[in-house]
């Protein structure tokens, strides 16, 4: 009751106060729509606020890129506006996108392309470190259901100390090398690797995509 269903995608857009734009980036050129003064939120990877009023008509537009962790409250969902909305619409987002997790008002639209990169895909490259953590535990001769409940568990308890703890990462990692003890000895030849090199060289090419994707 009170509820009402289309799927026509103009008489959806006449309904609403506000539009929200999730498609895959090569089909935005398909939804048809025009916007006449609805305030616009796109979560679509690579379309710029530019390229989103060219397509819909729209005037106040909110470029932002969440992820599939909103479903469950954890998403981290930066957004950047053109020069048109007003405070009210500000508002709105906030609520909107805190409502999934957390949220920033950032500069503009190059850092919302990197943390499309960065933020964008859950669980994305963190899975990949598990899974290298869970293949050593195996190579070790670890039982691989075993190895992967425990780095499950060690990067569901990992996740919860970075998100509350008042130190950052990086004061982390100098705490824990300054312990001097059994992980201080495994950071401190990681460090002696190429490690950071890679992950920033496959940051720059997520962010080389989201800047050619649509």
Known sequence: TGIRFTTDNQQL???????????PP???????????GQLVISVMAGLTIERIAA????????????SPAAEIALAY????????????????VSTLFNACGRTDEV?????????????GPVPGFVAYYADCMVQHAINQGIAPEIAIRAI???????????ADAEPTPGEQVQAMIDYAGTTAAGLLAMQDTDLAQAIEQGLQAAYDKAKTIA
């Open 55 to 66: 397509l819909t008509g729209a005037t106040r537009i909110i470029r932002a890129m969440s």
């Open 152 to 162: 499950r568990q060690l990067f569901l308890a990992s996740g919860t100390v970075l």
């Open 107 to 119: 500069p503009n639209e190059d850092q919302i392309d990197h943390f499309t990169a960065m933020t």
């Open 77 to 92: 969902s930066p957004w950047c506006a053109n020069a048109r909305i007003n405070d009210q619409d500000r508002t709105a």
């Open 13 to 23: 857009v006449d309904a609403s106060d506000i539009v929200i734009l999730s498609v």
């Open 26 to 36: 090569h089909t935005a050129s398909e939804i048809g729509i025009g916007i006449a």
